[in-house]
Every structure is written in C-alpha cells, then in structure tokens.
C-alpha cells in the first residue's frame, strides 16, 4: 500500500508539472510555418462592437492586455465546430460556432478593432496566417486526406516600430490556454 501511494504521488507530481509547462512544452514540439495569408474581416456587428466598447470603456491597453482580451471575448463566443462554417467574424460571432479559420479571424478582428479604437495601429498590427503544424520538423497535415486538416489559421501580432512578433493561435488557446505559439520564419517574406 505504502508503494501505491508513493507512485500515486509521483504521477501526480508529473501531471502537475507537464500541465504548469505545458505552454514551453508545446512550443518546443510543434512549430507553426506561414502558408499564405486571409484577408482580415472588418467588424460590423452592432452587439460585438458593443461588448469590445464595454469591456475597453475608460481603459488605455497595452498589447498583451489587447491580445488577453481578444482571446477571451474570441473563446467566450465561439465552440469548436467540425461541421462546414463561416470565416467571416461577424458571422461566427452570430453563429457562435466556428472552426480554426472561424476563430483566427474573430481574435484578429476583435485585436484590429481594439488597436484602432486604442489609437495603437501605428505601433501594432494583427495578421491573420494560415500555417502548416511541424511537430518535431515534421508536417502533421500530411497524415491526413481530409481537406478540413490541410492547414491551420493563427495569428501574427507585428509591433512595427520594433519589427518583432508575437504569434497566436485562438482556438489552441481555447482549448489548452497556451498564450502563445511558435512560428517557424515565414515563407512569404
């Protein structure tokens, strides 16, 4: 009995420590490479401009502030759907369903918009990416036949004055609540 719980506990210290790093693991695995590029989506949703103007109302953001809050206004909205949906952001935040596309272009709008309310787009800018995942170099997309699995949408946030980059992908940070992600250079640059 006294070997059960030693080992109970040591599983349970291993858990503990994959789920505390699991943002350093993850970017250490898989890397994200730039495919191509979507266009971004401009709000016009009465009700989500509505809810971006209450929840920012008084309030000067600094971009990690902006990007927390286009994550949590993107993942309170919308649940993951395999089922063939809308890119656009105002129709998924109707909708409230949406795949990685749906999602990637609902946190970029939603940054967007903040930026410009913000008076920020001069100092940052919020990319929409479609990438390839390479977990340990290697292209997981190729495993599949399925259209919906040859790629996969996330987020560059560009702080132009600075020429760095941040990278983001909305529904990995849904699910998972990994902040950021790791891209790979890009290969359209």
Known sequence: MNRFKKIIKYLSLLILLLILSRGVLFRTLVKYSEVDRRKNSVLTDKNLIAEINYQTEGKVL???EIIALSNEITSDTLAFSLNKVSSNANSVYTSKKANCIGYSSLFNSVGNYILA????????????LVGALNVL???IHNLFDNPFFKDHDYNEIKYKKMNTKLFVDPSLWDYLRIEY???QKNSLE
Do not use: P, W
């Not at 913000?118 to 929409?128: A, G, M, N, P, R």
């Open 62 to 64: 600094n971009i990690e």
């Open 181 to 183: 992600v790791s891209s």
């Open 117 to 128: 309310e913000q008076k920020l787009t001069d100092s940052y800018e919020f990319i929409h």
């Open 137 to 139: 170099g290697f292209n």
